[in-house]
């Protein structure tokens, strides 16, 4: 009995000792706050290479896309041009070179998309505060291209009423227009066309009137248009 009265002495003396009640918390919650810091850090190391990898695949099927569309690339090689941005832009952020892993590119032909999925492998600044020491950090991206042929008819205002500074802007908005639907072609395969007529009362057209201008002998031909039966040009007059 004596035995046992001393070890419950011995333990309600311990339950009662309140000496190094502060380390004690400081240790809990310290362990608290360093998983807390570690977890954190880990989940914004995902959100930026996240960030960066959907930056970097946007722009690599957007850059196909765009060159599908003007003729530059074939179908055939929306692949490797997906790569090639892929590996030229493998550092953005906080990624690191060759990082990238490519794992899926569809060109649908009947829908006029690129669709390209990526990822890649994170290992994590803080291991011991997460399930793994690495983890996987997926991306995708569609975007859409064209085909298709354009051909583009301007009119132009080039009355009396345009004197002035209204022509002069009106020449310079036309040729940057034109600019900007013939650039970035493949000579080769033009897909665009731009035609521009003039609205006036009469047009000089200078040198090009022996093979371009179609003239009219009589009322019957008002309606014919330039290709069909016997065209007559200003240099057969």
Do not use: C, W
């Not at 954190?40 to 970097?56: D, F, I, R």
């Not at 490519?102 to 291991?127: C, E, G, I, S």
């Amino acid at each position: 009995m004596r035995r046992f009265g001393g070890l419950v002495q011995a333990i309600g003396g311990f339950a009662g000792d309140r000496s190094g009640n502060f380390a004690v918390l400081f240790g809990i919650i310290g362990s608290v706050l360093a998983l807390s810091v570690g977890f954190a850090v880990n989940l914004s190391q995902l959100y930026n290479v996240k960030s960066s990898l959907q930056g970097v695949v946007d722009a690599a099927v957007t850059s196909t896309a765009r060159d599908l569309t003007t003729g530059v690339i074939s179908e055939t090689d929306a692949s490797k041009s997906v790569q090639a941005f892929l590996d030229a832009n493998s550092m953005a952020g906080i990624l690191q070179d060759n990082q990238i892993v490519l794992d899926n590119l569809v060109v649908d032909r009947t829908a006029k998309t690129v669709q390209a999925d990526a990822h890649v492998n994170v290992n994590y600044y803080f291991p011991l505060f997460s399930t793994g020491g690495m983890q996987r950090v997926p991306a995708s991206t569609t975007a859409l291209y064209s085909d298709k042929q354009i051909e583009v008819a301007m009119m132009l205002d080039v009355t009396g009423s345009m004197a002035g500074q209204k022509i002069i802007d009106l020449r310079a908005a036309a040729a940057n227009a034109v600019d900007s639907f013939l650039g970035g072609q493949d000579p080769a395969n033009p897909r665009v066309r731009v035609s521009i007529v003039p609205y006036a009362n009469s047009v000089n057209a200078g040198a090009l009137a022996a093979s371009s201008v179609y003239v009219e002998t009589s009322t019957s031909q008002r309606k014919q248009a330039p290709g069909n039966g016997a065209v007559q040009y200003v240099s057969g007059f």
